[in-house]
């Protein structure tokens, strides 16, 4: 993939942000300037404390920056009213955090569903048909009527996976969706989220720890201490001459390979497009 | 099934103290109204329990206990109305039951008519006993009052403002207020209530058509000297005098409002418990920008479904106490519009717990899911 392969869908530039007052204050961010493009799985690493989260909050529209802009598929988002952003949000931005947060009371249908009707004034059984849609393309037909605490890990995380993908956002921000997952099941997320990029279109930001995820991504964005460190494009281009080193570690990386019953492996954008 | 059915559903148990909090509440309310009701009630006896259209006494007149002595004249007034198919004398009043053993009681004399077609006298006396009234110094009392009374039952005696009385004739569920009801006749009643020959205490009417009670009231009122009412209206007039010159009503205000608050603080703090246990789920929706007053609706939704279900409970309930009061001697009255009020502020309580439970929705931020 080129390194700028169009116009880029979301700009951050010169972005800060610090937590506390005084002598307790701290920086997150220290002036960071990132591109992410339509059709890209970008993947954002770092240690902790590095500002992977407080960056994707920023560039999502939760958390206003001190200091800089985010032009969010042409509009700069932070010069919005909270009612704006909050539309904006609704027309094109989709989430999925490490914790699902899925209803307790609610099966996986109702879970999409609600995102139909709440977020999309979708009438019941529109709403409903597309959540059923939805979840045959997550491989969850067999599982549209369990509740959370009937699901694993990663049923779990795909349930919210198409929670986010009931609004077909143009944005979509994963913070660490596969930590609590076991390899097998964080690489069937992984190829969702990536299908939502190549075949949607979809901007996917995905924030992760797991080095295994990199072969996964179309850039790979380092931060450190609050600063870009370097985009790495594992197909052969890097953002900084100094971290070429961090794309021979990403093509060494072990290939995933796990495995669940009704999973749908590589189908998934076909798939979107029917449900679309 | 409705999101906030499925949640209610789901989440019983955590519900269940909300749901328990207001059909408390409206049992509390039902049942202490329906209390003092039934307890009040014995206070308009005289009029619910007879055949009298219109009511007409000294100018005034607060209740139908409190009634003051009046000219006997005044019969003549209210029979001139075209409208009137009849009327006659009836006096009641307190006076000093004495006990034979000794002792004195205060004691509730009615004194009536005593045909068939008698307008004051209440249905509970029979032919027998109204036979046996006819006779001087004859009395009937209900056999609650025996103890109160001082007697063990027909044929005792005992004196009555001075003059001796004997006891015919016992009623059956005749309860009594202030005193014990000691019925009689006209004329065994005047001496005990010490009052004047030509004096009596209330004119009693019956019309031809009953629709025609409310002009002939109005007309009697427009004329001046006396109190007329029909009798529903003396009825309710004489229920609400002692529901509030005793502060009855003031003690049940406060122990409804207190029922009330209970409910509500119990019911707002567990729908705010069961919103602040879904703050990610509502922080993910947040964060897609699903506007707040969807999750606000479903908060309000989840508050009226506590309600109805509380109130739903709470009817049987109140049922079966009233059933088990009466068993032990207290009637609870439960006319349809205090089940319905009670139902109705008890819901508006759960709705309102709702709006103060929405508070929890304002800490509701879609960055406290990012680490």
Redesign the interface.
């Known amino acids: 993939m080129a390194m700028s392969p169009q116009k880029s869908s979301l700009e951050g530039r010169d972005l800060r942000r610090s937590f506390g007052q005084g002598s307790m204050r701290s920086t997150a961010l220290a002036g960071v300037s990132i591109d992410l493009y339509p059709g890209q799985f970008s993947l954002m690493m770092g240690p902790s404390g590095s500002g992977k ?2 960056l ?2 920023i560039l ?1 529209g ?2 206003r920056p001190d200091h800089g802009t985010v032009h969010s598929l042409g509009q700069n988002i932070w010069a919005m009213s909270e009612r704006q952003a ?6 094109h ?3 999925i ?3 699902y ?6 099966n996986a249908v ?1 879970q999409l569903e ?2 139909g009707r ?2 999309m004034n979708m009438g019941y059984w529109e709403a409903r048909k597309k959540a059923r849609n939805i979840l045959d393309m997550l491989g969850l037909s067999k599982k549209k009527h369990l ?1 959370p605490a009937e699901m694993s890990g990663g049923e779990k995380q795909r349930v ?1 996976i198409g ?2 993908l009931m ?1 077909e956002p143009e944005l979509l921000f994963a ?2 969706p596969t930590s609590a997952l076991d390899w097998g099941t964080g690489e069937q997320v992984i190829e969702l989220l990536r299908g939502a990029a190549r075949e949607r279109g979809a901007t996917v930001l995905c924030v992760a720890h797991d080095s295994r995820i990199i072969p996964f991504a179309d850039q790979v964005i380092h931060l450190e201490d609050g600063q870009l460190k370097g985009v790495v494009y594992p197909d052969g281009k890097s953002g900084r001459p100094d971290r070429e080193d961090e794309r021979s570690h990403s093509s060494k990386s072990v290939l995933p390979g796990g495995e669940d019953e009704g999973w749908n492996k590589g189908k998934l954008g076909g798939r979107l497009n029917r449900t679309a | 099934m409705s999101y906030s059915l499925t949640t209610l559903w789901f989440d019983r148990s955590r519900y269940l103290p909300g749901v328990l909090a207001v059909g408390f509440s409206a049992l509390l309310i039902s049942l202490q109204f329906g209390l003092l009701l039934g307890l009040f009630s014995i206070s308009s006896l005289p009029i619910d329990h007879t055949d009298a259209d219109i009511w007409v006494g000294a100018p005034e007149v607060l209740a139908v206990d409190l009634g003051r002595p009046i000219r006997e004249n005044f019969l003549a007034k209210v029979a001139a109305n075209p409208e009137i198919e009849r009327c006659e004398v009836y006096l009641q009043g307190f006076s000093y039951w004495s006990k034979p053993d000794g002792g004195n009681e205060l004691c509730m004399v009615i004194g009536c008519r005593l045909d068939k077609d008698s307008l004051g006298r209440i249905r509970e006396l029979t032919p027998e006993m109204a036979s046996r009234l006819s006779e001087p110094g004859a009395i009937v009392c209900d056999e609650s009052d025996l103890d109160r009374l001082g007697i063990k039952g027909v044929g005792d005696t005992a004196e009555v403002a001075g003059h001796r009385v004997r006891v015919v004739g016992l009623t059956k569920g005749i309860r009594s207020l202030a005193g014990p009801y000691v019925f009689c006749s006209v004329n065994t009643a005047k001496p005990l209530l010490r009052i004047f020959p030509e004096q009596i205490t209330y004119v009693l009417g019956r019309c031809k058509d009953p629709k025609d009670a409310p002009m002939v009231v109005q007309r009697l009122r427009d004329q001046g000297g006396v109190s007329a009412f029909t009798a529903n209206e003396f009825s309710i007039r004489s229920r609400m005098h002692w529901l509030t010159k005793t502060k009855a009503g003031i003690a049940l205000g406060y122990a409804a409002l207190l029922g009330l608050m209970v409910g509500a603080v119990v019911t707002s703090q567990t729908l705010y418990a069961a919103t602040a246990a879904s703050m990610k789920e509502f922080a993910v929706l947040r964060a897609m920008g699903i506007p707040r007053w969807r999750m606000a609706t479903l908060v309000m939704s989840q508050a009226f479904w506590v309600g109805i279900i509380g109130v739903g409970l709470s009817i049987p309930a109140v049922h079966g106490l009233a059933a088990l009061a009466a068993a032990a001697g207290s009637e609870v009255i439960l006319p349809m519009w205090l089940q319905v009020g009670a139902c109705t502020v008890t819901l508006v309580m759960a709705v309102g717990s709702g709006v103060v439970a929405l508070r929890s929705l304002r800490q509701v931020e879609p960055a406290m899911l990012l680490r």
């Open positions: 989260s407080t994707l909050a999502s939760l958390l909050e539309g904006f949000r609704l027309r931005v989709g989430f955090f490490q914790g947060n899925l209803f307790g009371a609610f109702q609600l995102v709440w977020g509740r919210a929670r986010a609004k913070d660490e």
